[in-house]
């Protein structure tokens, strides 16, 4: 999905809590900003939504003098 999904592009993804955590420690590790927000009946619900969006990042340069 990180190839798809252009920069700053959104993803949503409802599902069980659990699962939710498992997805949003994959996708911070490829930078991406994330939100876990309760299920629109109240947050006794183990259903969540996660909103992650790509962020837009470039490496940083770096010259050696010589």
């Not at 659990?18 to 006794?44: A, F, S």
Request: avoid cysteine; aromatic fraction near 6%.
């Amino acid at each position: 999905m990180d190839r798809i999904l252009r920069p700053e592009g959104a993803v949503i993804i409802r599902d069980q809590a659990d699962v939710l955590v498992k997805v949003r420690k994959i996708v911070g590790g490829m930078r991406w900003n994330t939100k876990i927000i309760d299920h629109e009946d109240g947050p006794l619900v183990t259903e969540k939504i996660l909103f992650a969006v790509k962020r837009y990042w470039v490496t940083e340069n770096v010259t050696s003098s010589p």
